[in-house]
């Protein structure tokens, strides 16, 4: 999608968010992983391990779609709509994710996850964000794949 003529300087990458970012994946990482050594050895803690992190994911959806809404509000000059009306679907879908049971929910956040990652592939240059879409590739990469391994353990 080319850049609009009156969009504003590019967003330049930030060390510290790219190194929060990748931290970002430890909860990912270690839900995933907690999952499938916990098993069916303690159904409680278990539940508990799909759930928090099932709720991470939620939070860092409706996290993603905030970004539209800080993006939109730093180019008032567009006028646009978009970014605030896409910028709440994230928090809609990883809501009604995290209130299924894990199985079906982290399906649902991982496919989110994705969706989000193509969505922002369109608009991030037309809002000047298109440096972060490498690192938003590589973060939403990993995190789906951990919210489906994740699901396939639940």
Request: charged share 5%.
């Amino acid at each position: 999608m080319p850049v609009a003529a009156n969009a504003l300087a590019p967003l330049p990458l930030n060390p510290l968010a790219l190194r929060l970012g990748h931290l970002g994946l430890l909860p990912f990482v270690l839900g995933a992983l907690l999952v499938w050594l916990v098993g069916g050895r303690d159904a409680a803690a278990h539940a508990w391990i799909s759930f928090a992190l099932s709720a991470y994911a939620a939070l860092i959806l409706s996290f993603l779609g905030g970004i539209y809404w800080g993006l939109g509000f730093s180019r008032p000059q567009d006028g646009s709509a978009l970014p605030f009306i896409w910028g709440v679907m994230p928090s809609l879908g990883a809501w009604i994710a995290l209130v299924m049971p894990a199985y079906a929910g982290l399906v649902l956040h991982g496919v989110m996850l994705i969706a989000c990652y193509l969505v922002d592939r369109r608009l991030y240059p037309a809002l000047g964000a298109a440096a972060w879409l490498t690192l938003r590739f590589r973060l939403s990469a990993v995190a789906a794949l951990c919210c489906f391994l994740a699901a396939a353990g639940s």
